[in-house]
């Protein structure tokens, strides 16, 4: 079985900065696509940011310029660098990992715990 484990969540204010990581173990063959997606109190859970196993990148409009996502796959990590935070940026982040096991052809999906981001003054 997989285990994501999400760490890097806190209080910051305003205009701050943190960065959120999230760390996969298991008998892991490869991931491709990596996601980050957050829930905000009475919302949906939307997707912030993906990267692809070449490296390409994609945001949602919102955080365009501010939040910068990357990956290492020889540590199973992907990191969402967070700048110019906002109250809006307020939500619970959920890391979510497209798995092949060893042994296995075809990917699952599977999800972090998520970690809890405020921004607040």
């Known amino acids: 079985q997989v285990q994501l484990v999400e760490s890097g969540g806190g209080l910051v204010q305003p205009g701050g900065s943190l960065r959120l990581s999230c760390a996969a173990s298991g008998r892991i063959r490869s991931i491709g696509l990596m996601r980050w997606y957050r829930q905000a109190p009475g919302k949906q859970r939307e997707l912030v940011a993906d990267?692809?196993?070449?490296?390409?990148?994609s945001y949602t409009d919102s955080v365009k310029g501010r939040f910068t996502i990357s990956r290492d796959d020889a540590k199973n990590t992907m990191y969402l660098q967070m700048n110019s935070l906002k109250p809006e940026d307020t939500a619970v982040y959920y890391c979510n990992f497209r798995i092949k096991l060893l042994g296995i052809t075809y990917e699952n999906v599977y999800w972090g715990q998520g970690t809890q981001v405020t921004v607040s003054s």
């Open positions: 990267i692809t196993s070449g490296g390409s990148e």
